[in-house]
DNA sequence: GGCGGTTGTAACAAAACTGTCGCGGATCGG
DNA sequence: CCGATCCGCGACAGTTTTGTTACAACCGCC
């Protein structure tokens, strides 16, 4: 299973240093920064899974660098978890209305947070959690690399399997051949774009294989999406 | 935004109850039953967006619901949300392949549930996730490039598309052919001007397909808008 | 080193889409 | 009613995009 990538923006050296060691301990990779500017150009750089973000941080603080998040274009649905010092309501509300995905108050167990970590993450990247994935007739284990159709087991390349689990956890939405290389190549291969087209028929042959409907849908001058 | 109908199958009075009051304090509508035939007539009268069923009732198996659901025709997308009071991997799987959207297992705090519902929701209806576009009768889902007219869908060529986007976007405002080039084709294309006529038939033959009211107002002199 | 399976590319074929033209009907202001 | 625009329509050739196939390089493994 691949471990999820999180990054923690905090301030105050020893409890950023206590987060690092109890979401490490976790199971995670961590990245840290204490400033809000570097939070923004980390995300761009790393693609972490999830953001842990002090309210209160020096630099930029922590309700604006996630509503910049927001603003990200590709990175934009993030998951954020909010530290906050007060509970007061409204700073709850004006949290979750920047696009915060949770939020913890101070004081707060490293347990608890660990938690919610791991419950945003289910609810987001649910492959990144270690379930299982499920798109109509298609189920694919993601600890244990099996994929069916209809029950059937599919066999499948390992980069078909990584493009029908990038797929698979965004179902329905259209992914250009760019979003494609990125997320199942990595950011920095030089692939030819018209690879892509060709592992889409390769993964196409091994899930169509009898005469069944396909379920990969071909949005020209868009790019491809799994179908419904 | 409409909300939301979910039908809850819980046998346990107490949970029941307590799952009535998280769900609808969600903001969703709330409907519910002990009994499994009765979950059946229901979904066919009611038309949930969602059931949440427990995987032990009486009158039929939460597991048997589940699979009759999957047989229903119109309703057998219908997202399901198991509540299992195991959690072995086993049923996990046969959760999953018998068709549920997403399982949660006892013990389990409502809010998580909460949680999963908007998950799946998100998941299975687009218009609940903020990336669609509605004007009149024409939705358009811009994440997974679907355009719809009176909920039948509408095949739609590249520029036809950006076109409709640009339009829905500015809902009745009446565009320049200018504009529109600039819009959608970028600030500097060198294309003929009457260029724009010409896609704006071929979206209005793509959008009136059968005897429909033309979306599409020309104002003579001016330029086209959307039709209110 | 040989082997089965996988991967990235190139090249070609097929399909879908695009831009342009010219014609004729519609509209407008006198 | 008339001329001047403006707009809708059908056709068409050119372009772009995608599907398909074949092939050489590569990989881990024995």
Redesign the interface.
């Known amino acids: 299973m691949q471990r999820a990538k999180i990054l923690i923006v905090e301030d105050d050296p020893p409890l950023a240093e206590l987060l690092h060691w109890h979401i490490s301990q976790a199971g995670f990779d961590v990245i840290a920064t204490a400033d809000g500017e570097e939070a923004l150009l980390l995300i761009e750089e790393e693609r972490p899974d999830l953001v842990i973000l002090d309210w209160m941080i020096e630099s930029l603080s922590g309700i604006e660098v996630c509503r910049r998040i927001r603003r990200m274009g590709e990175m934009a649905s993030l998951p954020v978890i909010m530290l906050t010092a007060r509970s007061a309501e409204d700073d709850r509300l004006r949290g979750l209305e920047t696009g915060a995905d949770d939020y913890v108050t101070k004081p707060f167990s490293p347990a608890e947070l660990v938690l919610r970590v791991k ?1 945003v993450l289910r ?2 990247r649910p492959a990144v959690s270690g379930e ?1 994935l ?1 798109v109509g007739s298609i ?1 694919m ?1 993601t600890s244990g690399y099996h994929v069916a159709r209809d ?1 059937e087991p599919v066999q499948l390349g390992p980069t078909e399997y990584r493009i029908l689990r990038y797929l698979m956890e965004r ?4 992914l250009s051949r760019m979003q494609l290389l990125d997320g199942v190549w990595g950011r920095d291969s030089d692939i030819e774009i018209r690879t892509v087209d060709v592992h889409i028929r390769r993964l196409r042959a091994a899930m169509n294989g009898d005469g069944k409907k396909d379920i990969i849908r071909t ?4 790019g491809y ?1 799994l179908n ?1």
């Open positions: 419950a609810r987001t299982m499920k189920t284990d029950g179902p329905g939405r259209v949005v020209r001058a868009a999406s419904p």
